[in-house]
């Protein structure tokens, strides 16, 4: 691997082991803050909607300056963010401004592989990338909860007198908050060890309007490439459906393991860690040119969360959801592999990531909404998780099939 491909990787796990920290110290500090139970969802959704909104105008930022550069200035907002929540901001707003700096990171910290690494190692750099993320998800929710707790201010006041000093930073959240803060600087500082290349695909115009007309076309040109396609649609449908099955393996936790939500929290972890076996394996055995063909196992992966419903043993429970994280990363991959490739070539790769961000996070805010809907309707975790395992697979069939359809065409006179 080039050099410059390990400081990415080193900017991207302190950078994302600070978000999922943050999320925790957010969520204790509303409930500190006595704030109505539907804040902590609505948490998500601040974070989350900066990515649809910001859609048309982070892929040009992303193409326009040195990659480095852009995750440095992404990085710098999640920390004026962490300021601004130290500072008194309501968290919910403080939260989005953090969610503005993740926008903005995406579309940079997944195109610049396409600019330092040949295409042949692209599948082996993602699994890197995803591999690390997910240690980070896991790891942060570690140090996140760990931090919130109240021994962990005692601990640091000990250590570090100076911060009795520090206005606003009296409770465990803001003490977290702070630490949280360090590793995004962390995180800036490596970003200018990345080196700087070419620019490509800058846009001409740089209006709001032009922006807004750039971003519908790379959307519809990325919809319409038979590989775009593919890889759009089976990595909208991952990252939707997983950040909805972080919710339904709590509630099942729950109905069919009978764990109290501490341990049930540790569950949604065992799946990152097959997350992380799924993209190592991906990364060593699938090449590019061969990406499609792990379709079958997004299949297999809405058939298993279908099983899920007949498991009533927390051990046996552990090795399912490995297994249905492995299943997930293994497919997943290898797609935003081809879809950086494919995005790269037909118009930069900021501008497919953010097409890719819009995408992705609009499925996580439609699946988490139908979850919704079929929780006020009464019905139970079981029925949701056989109704959400079934989407899964016949999804993934539709997708398989329209590619496979899409293969037997003849071409275009």
């Given at each position: ?5 390990y400081?990415?990787?080193?900017a ?30 609505v948490?998500q959704?601040?974070f ?13 930022f992303?193409d ?33 401004i ?106 001409a ?27 759009l ?19 099942w936790a ?19 860690v ?13 090449a ?16 298993v ?35 950086q ?21 609009l ?5 988490l ?45």
């Open positions: 691997m080039a050099r410059g491909f400081p990415i990787l080193a991207q796990f302190f950078s994302a082991l600070a978000d999922n920290a943050l999320l925790f110290a957010a969520i204790a500090l509303l409930t500190e803050q006595a704030a109505p139970a539907w804040h902590t969802p948490l959704q601040f989350v909607f900066a990515y649809i909104v910001l859609a048309p105008f982070v892929g040009p992303a326009a300056l040195p990659k480095g550069r852009v995750m440095f200035v992404s990085n710098a907002v999640k920390i004026v963010g962490c300021v601004a929540m130290l500072g008194g901001l309501q968290p919910l707003f403080a939260y989005g953090v969610g503005l700096g993740a926008a903005m990171y995406s579309p940079a910290k997944y195109g610049i592989l396409t600019e330092v690494l040949p295409p042949e190692k692209l599948v082996l750099a993602n699994g890197w990338m995803e591999g690390l993320t997910v240690a980070s998800i896991i790891l942060g929710a570690i140090v996140g909860g760990a931090m919130v707790g109240p021994q962990f201010p005692q601990w640091m006041f000990g250590r570090f007198p100076l911060l009795g000093a520090v206005p606003r930073l009296d409770t465990a959240p803001e003490v977290a908050i702070l630490v949280i803060l360090l590793l995004y600087l962390v995180a800036a500082l490596i970003n200018l060890y990345i080196p700087q290349v070419a620019r490509t695909h800058a846009v115009k740089r209006d709001p309007l032009s922006l807004v007309a750039d971003f519908a076309r790379c959307f519809v040109r990325l919809w319409r490439d038979p590989l775009g396609q593919v890889s649609a089976v990595t909208t449908l991952f990252w939707g459906a997983g950040a909805t099955l972080r919710l339904i393996v709590l509630a729950a109905a069919a393991l009978h764990l109290d939500l501490e341990r049930a929290t540790q569950l949604t972890a065992v799946v990152a097959g997350i992380a076996i799924g993209s190592v394996v991906a990364a060593k055995t699938v590019l040119d061969h990406a499609v063909r792990v379709l079958p196992v997004g299949i297999a992966m809405g058939g969360v279908m099983a899920m419903t007949l498991v009533h043993d927390w051990r046996i429970a552990i090795g399912l959801l490995v297994l249905i994280g492995a299943l997930g990363g293994y497919f997943v991959v290898p797609m935003n592999a081809l879809l490739h494919r995005g790269h070539g037909l118009m930069g790769a900021g501008h497919s990531i953010a097409v890719q961000n819009f995408n992705e996070n499925s996580i805010l439609g699946m909404g139908l979850y919704a809907l079929m929780l006020g309707a009464g019905l139970s975790v079981f029925t949701i998780t056989v109704a959400f395992g079934a989407f899964v697979m016949l999804s993934m069939v539709a997708i398989w099939r329209r590619h496979r359809h899409d293969q037997d065409a003849p071409p275009p006179l």
